[in-house]
């Protein structure tokens, strides 16, 4: 299988819409598709949230369902309440790393190894540090090492997805960084639930209404199982 995301080397940054719209699942199915054609990567959560010392994580999760070896999912701060990291790292008494002193632990990584996937938290301003500077001040600091990275957004497909997308992508694009595309992180269709008629038009009309091209979807459950997640890809026609 050839991957679908149009980038094989560098940092590719993963971000959604929001919370919980299948960033996670999207970053495991990449890599399982990247593994499957010899990509020689690393898969890094800056900060998790929500999550005590010993639970799976995100990264965890990536590497159970992609089979990425597990020295190769990092995690770099893990705080203990399901808030914004720079929220829950305040009401844990913890400092967070800076977006530049991130930005060079990724371009070493990247220089290290031939792809770098980066999974953010909640949407693409969500604050990562101790100053709320996120994603886009990451990108700027990685831009400003040489190592510009691109970006992969994660989206709903339900009623308000447009918006988001819109949103998001423009974030991103006027801030001077690029969108390699947009996946859906759950499409129905399985078990006999049909696509409803705003999702219908919704995965019809995303790549025009936000410029960004569509890769594909993921199939809703697709993270219940290596097994599940090796047959969730939905390329754009087949959800139509």
Known sequence: MTTKLPVTSGIVIITGTDTDVGKSIVTAELTRQLLTDGTDLVVVKPTQTGLEPGEEGDVQLVGRLSGLAPERCLEFVRLPEPLAPTTAARRAGV????????????????????????????????????????????????????????????????????????????????RGHAVAGLVVGSWPGVAGVAPDLAESCNIAELADFTGVPLLGALRAGSGASPEALASSWLDPEETR
Do not use: K, W, Y
């Open 95 to 174: 400092t967070l790393a800076p977006m530049a002193d991130v930005a060079r632990d990724l371009a070493a990584l990247a220089r290290e190894h031939q792809l770098v996937l980066v999974e953010g938290a909640g949407g693409v301003t969500v604050g990562l540090d101790g100053v709320g500077d996120g994603l886009l001040e990451l990108a700027d600091a990685l831009t400003t090492l040489g190592t510009p990275p691109v970006f992969v957004v994660v989206a709903r497909p339900g009623l308000g997805t447009l918006n988001h997308s819109r949103l998001t992508c423009d974030a991103i694009t006027t």
